[in-house]
């Protein structure tokens, strides 16, 4: 029986993880969030992966406040980054198999073209900083695969989706930044596609291949459009006013396009991704 070990499980992906797992029969899943596994902690977590012996590491666990992390620099490089070398460490000449999840924060945002997997990265943010820390630790494994997604809303925790839905309840309207484009991505469609991959390498139906992929729904749309497809998909009455970036109060350099090339995991593993609107009807559903 194959072992597997998600970390940050109680987050929005490991939530979704977690429901989409009870389709799956005949695997061991192995849920933790820091409470049961502190993977900060580099002994704790050397102990503890030794102990389940796992044959594949989800790492859901990250560090998310980005307006925050420009202050709190430690504490996101500590969780984004040095505790993915603590993971690494622990599977270190193993043939465990580690996925993990990383960011459209690790580019500028400067393009006008989908960023693939071999586009230049330039984090212009502590964030992004953080989370391409991650990336580069958990590539010194052999077998890992590093999953970029963008946008990421889901049913559980606090997201885009459900702060337009609860200010569109308590206001006539609300302002959302029209200039940054890029693709919402719902946690479900990736936690399935995850667990796809994982059951079609298991039963050697598709070959694991270790490396960088770019993940989000089909579609580009800026936060506006998305805001008023949240507002239009809950039929709600409120007003959705476009503002421009410089208007929005923050201490973070947002990418204004982080669009992502999905080409090569869909050509890997065989994959079709859902159009963000279609997804975004089922979230929009499951919360009603």
Same mark, same amino acid.
Request: glycine share 6%.
């Given at each position: 029986m194959? =072992?597997? !070990?998600i ?6 992906? $490991? @939530? ?6 009870? +389709?799956?029969?005949?695997y061991d ?6 409470d049961?596994l502190?993977?900060t902690d +580099?002994?704790?977590?050397g102990t503890f992966?030794?102990? /389940? ?5 989800l790492?859901?666990?990250a ?13 996101a490089?500590?969780i984004?980054g040095?505790?993915?070398? @603590?993971?690494v460490?622990?599977i #270190?000449? /193993?043939?465990c198999r ?5 960011? &459209?924060?690790?580019?500028k945002g400067?393009?006008n073209?989908?960023? @693939?997997?071999?586009?230049? /990265? ?6 992004g #900083?953080?989370? !391409?820390a991650g990336e580069?630790a958990?590539l010194?494994h ?9 946008? !990421? ?12 839905l609860?200010k569109?309840? /308590?206001?006539g309207?609300?302002s959302?930044v029209f200039?940054q ?7 479900? &469609?990736?936690?399935?596609? =995850?667990?796809?991959?994982i059951?079609?390498?298991?039963r +050697?139906q598709?070959?694991?291949?270790? $490396?960088i992929?770019?993940?989000? +729904?089909e579609?580009?749309c800026s936060?506006?459009d998305?805001?008023e497809?949240i507002v239009?998909?809950?039929? !709600?009455d409120?007003? =959705?006013?476009?503002?421009?970036t #410089?208007q ?8 204004a396009?982080s669009v992502l &090339?999905?080409s090569k995991?869909?050509?890997?593993y @065989? ?6 609107? #279609?997804s975004l009807?089922r ?5 009603q």
């Amino acid at each position: 029986m194959a =072992v597997l !070990l998600i970390t940050g499980a109680d987050g929005q992906l $490991g @939530n979704e993880l977690r429901t989409v797992s009870k +389709n799956y029969y005949g695997y061991d899943f192995i849920f933790t969030d820091i409470d049961s596994l502190d993977i900060t902690d +580099n002994e704790q977590t050397g102990t503890f992966i030794k102990k /389940t012996a796992p044959d594949w590491i989800l790492n859901c666990a990250a560090y998310n406040q980005v307006d925050r992390a420009e202050s709190e620099t430690d504490q996101a490089m500590l969780i984004n980054g040095s505790a993915v070398s @603590n993971i690494v460490n622990a599977i #270190k000449g /193993t043939d465990c198999r580690f996925i993990h999840f990383s960011s &459209d924060y690790v580019f500028k945002g400067n393009s006008n073209i989908p960023y @693939n997997e071999n586009s230049t /990265t330039d984090p212009g943010s502590v964030y992004g #900083k953080s989370k !391409l820390a991650g990336e580069k630790a958990a590539l010194t494994h052999h077998a890992t695969m590093i999953i970029r997604t963008s946008w !990421l809303y889901s049913s559980h925790g606090v997201n885009f989706v459900k702060t337009i839905l609860k200010k569109a309840k /308590t206001t006539g309207s609300v302002s959302v930044v029209f200039d940054q484009t890029g693709t919402p991505t719902y946690a479900a &469609d990736l936690a399935e596609t =995850v667990l796809l991959i994982i059951s079609g390498v298991i039963r +050697n139906q598709v070959a694991f291949s270790p $490396g960088i992929y770019h993940y989000s +729904n089909e579609g580009i749309c800026s936060w506006y459009d998305f805001a008023e497809a949240i507002v239009s998909e809950a039929g !709600l009455d409120c007003r =959705v006013v476009p503002i421009l970036t #410089k208007q929005f109060s923050s201490s973070v350099q947002r990418p204004a396009y982080s669009v992502l &090339d999905k080409s090569k995991i869909k050509e890997t593993y @065989n994959l079709e991704i859902p159009h963000w609107r #279609k997804s975004l009807k089922r979230c929009i559903k499951l919360l009603q």
